[in-house]
């Protein structure tokens, strides 16, 4: 199910116009995710869960260029305290947009296909974590309807590659998603 926006819609950015796909990633994706993006493992780790059923992985294409990336868990929560209070809604996970691909409405295009994926899904609401002083990604959570939850900051645990890494603390936030399914082709 591709999302293809006309580019005569984006802005021209670099040499050509943004020619923007966002589908559900494949397992022959995983070269293109890995040069563009990093995070092999991660990658890995995330379409083997999508091929169990467990999530999806929705990637952000400029011609044959990953640009952009968000995870869909809808598996039991990590975090205890999500588990409690959000029993049984998705986590929205992993959104990121190349650098030099920000501020031109790409997350919010990656954000809306999410919250469509999952309307069709049947799921009510969606959540997700934002560390704290990230405060440039909760105006934007914000602007589309997030609110903060009212049960305080949650320890985030973040992808075991094997190396270390700081525990961030996050708020999180949740969205209900009824009736998002209109906005698909905006
Ligand atoms: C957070 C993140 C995904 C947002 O992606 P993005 O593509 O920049 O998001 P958008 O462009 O939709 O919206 C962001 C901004 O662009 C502006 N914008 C949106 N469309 C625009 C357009 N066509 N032209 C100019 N500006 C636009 C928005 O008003 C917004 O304003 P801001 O810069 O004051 O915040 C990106 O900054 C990122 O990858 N950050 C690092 C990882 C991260 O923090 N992820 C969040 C984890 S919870």
């Not at 819609?9 to 563009?36: F, G, H, S, W």
């Not at 379409?47 to 868990?73: E, F, N, P, S, T």
């Not at 305290?81 to 809604?89: D, K, S």
Request: aromatic fraction near 6%.
């Amino acid at each position: 199910m591709a999302d293809v926006t006309p580019t005569a819609l984006l802005p021209a950015r670099r040499d050509a116009p943004v020619a923007l796909e966002i589908r559900a990633a494949k397992q022959t994706d995983i070269k293109a995710l890995e040069r563009d993006l990093g995070q092999a493992k991660f990658f890995a780790d995330r379409l083997k869960r999508q091929r169990k059923g467990k999530g999806l992985l929705l990637v952000a294409w400029d011609r044959k260029r990953a640009i952009g990336v968000a995870y869909l868990w809808w598996e039991v929560a990590d975090e205890p305290e999500i588990r409690e209070h959000l029993a049984g809604v998705p986590l929205l996970t992993h959104l990121e947009v190349s650098a030099d691909y920000r501020s031109h409405g790409m997350g919010t295009k990656l954000i809306h296909r999410a919250e469509v994926e999952l309307d069709q899904r049947g799921y009510a609401r969606v959540a997700l974590a934002v560390e704290v002083n990230n405060l440039r990604a909760k105006e934007l959570y914000s602007r589309l309807r997030y609110t903060e939850w009212e049960h305080g900051t949650v320890k985030c645990l973040p992808f075991d590659d094997g190396t270390p890494q700081a525990v961030e603390i996050c708020n999180v936030m949740v969205k209900r998603l009824r009736g998002v399914a209109p906005w698909r082709n905006r």
